[in-house]
């Protein structure tokens, strides 16, 4: 069962600057199944924000689709409205997403409003407010959000969300702007409300270390595609692509020595034919790919898209080449 995917989305910015367009979308199948914490992991620049935002309606697709609980979204203001109490998003930033003039309170209570809810508003504030982990509530209802902490704040931005009772939660860099010593126990938060909630969630970050904690699955992004997926653990136990390899090299705990990516950095305006890692892959300049018989088809054969399905893939024709032989 499916609640979320992503069909074949392209998301294309014009170009800045008599730049060609922008490809920050470019190819991706992903699904999401209710309970499930997918991580979507990648450098800065290969798209995961303009995935994420369009999860939620807050970008169409220049072609393919999102659909959520079997409809493909309607981007009336009116659906989308109704969509975004399914559908939550939590951003890297809570000073950011907090008005600083608004008490905790009418900050959890502004989604209530803004949607007409016909309960007691009281206490659904003091219920999300709990979820997150702010308790006893009422202590929190009074505060300014310079008066908290900044896990603390997060959490009421949490509170925000989860008091729509959503069914999603997509959060972009949720502690990449917390201190270490909290990042452990947002994350623990995220982790309880899959278990008690059944909450769906796709978590952005651009450390593979955080997914190992939160995530049951991870998808790769690289210039636009997702490269690489499968089961948390065997993505960071067992790497194909070679991009996967790379960041997993770099984490503080791996036990080689870092692979330096050489290079270009990736510009979603000038996508390379043939594989798009290819002028940065290790494996084909260690001539790996070379020996497996498929340097040819890493500088010309696209190796396509991967389904969104939860099974581990790989786009790479080394690691296809070597995992038959
Ligand atoms: N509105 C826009 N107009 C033009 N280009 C854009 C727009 N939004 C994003 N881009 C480009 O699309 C690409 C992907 O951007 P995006 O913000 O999705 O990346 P990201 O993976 O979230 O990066 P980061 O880790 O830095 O947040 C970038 O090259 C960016 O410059
Ligand atoms: S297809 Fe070739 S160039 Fe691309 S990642 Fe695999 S080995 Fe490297
Ligand atoms: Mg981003």
Redesign the pocket.
């Known amino acids: 069962m499916t609640l979320l995917s992503v069909e074949g989305l392209h998301i294309t910015?014009p170009g800045?600057r008599g730049a060609p367009p922008?490809r920050?979308v470019d190819g991706v199948d992903l699904d999401i199944r209710p309970g499930e914490i997918v991580a979507l992991v990648?450098e800065?620049?290969?798209?995961?924000?303009?995935l994420a935002r369009s999860l939620l309606g807050l970008v169409p697709p220049t072609e393919g689709r999102v659909v959520f609980d079997g409809r493909p979204l309607d981007y009336t203001s009116r659906a989308l409205k109704a969509y975004r109490r399914r559908v939550q998003l939590v951003l890297q930033d809570p000073s950011g997403s907090l008005n600083p003039r608004h008490t905790v309170y009418d900050a959890v209570a502004e989604g209530l409003r803004i949607h007409g809810y016909g309960g007691d508003e009281r206490a659904a504030v003091s219920e999300a407010l709990s979820r997150a982990g702010l308790r006893p509530p009422e202590r929190f209802f009074l505060r300014y959000p310079h008066e908290l902490s900044g896990g603390q704040r997060q959490r009421v931005v949490i509170a925000g969300a989860l008091v729509l009772e959503p069914e999603l939660l997509v959060a972009d860099e949720p502690v990449a702007s917390l201190d270490a010593s909290v990042r452990g126990e947002i994350l623990a938060l995220l982790l309880r409300l899959r278990d008690e909630l059944g909450l769906s969630a796709l978590v952005v970050t651009?450390d593979l270390g955080l997914a190992w904690n939160i995530a049951d699955r991870v998808a790769v992004m690289y210039l636009g595609r997702i490269v690489e997926t499968g089961d948390v653990e065997q993505i960071l136990t067992s790497p194909r692509h070679p991009y996967t390899q790379a960041l997993l090299s770099v984490l503080p705990e791996a036990p080689e020595a870092p692979v330096v990516l050489t290079g270009e950095p990736p510009d979603?305006s000038r996508i390379p034919s043939g594989c798009r890692f290819h002028a940065r892959c290790q494996v084909l300049a260690g001539g790996e790919a070379e020996r497996a018989g498929v340097a040819s088809a890493c500088r010309g054969e696209d190796p396509g898209v991967l389904s969104g399905g939860g099974e581990a893939q790989v786009a790479c024709h080394w690691a296809r080449a070597t995992i038959r032989a």
């Open positions: 910015f800045r922008a920050a990648g800065s620049g290969c798209g995961k924000t303009t651009h979603p």
